[in-house]
């Protein structure tokens, strides 16, 4: 048997990360998320975009260099 559901939280959000490098929110729908918590959701999604590009674009020049 599930436990009961204490508090649910829809999330439907699209962000985009520019070319200078920022993270830009372009949708974020939600039911009944608190303001504080919005702020925390966008801005630790925008840090985990930033290091996932990050991580992502340093091991394609990795690569590109060990090819050469």
């Known amino acids: ?3 009961p559901i204490k508090a649910e939280v829809s999330i439907d959000a699209e962000f985009y990360l520019s070319e200078d490098g920022q993270v830009y929110v372009r949708k974020l729908v ?4 608190p303001v504080y918590l919005s702020g925390q959701l966008i801005e630790s ?3 985990t ?5 990050e991580k992502r674009n340093n091991k394609h020049n990795h690569d590109s260099n060990s090819i050469s």
Do not use: G, R, V, W
């Open 45 to 47: 999604l925008s840090q």
């Open 49 to 53: 975009l930033l290091n996932y590009y």
């Open 1 to 3: 048997m599930k436990p």
């Open 30 to 33: 939600t039911n009944e998320l």
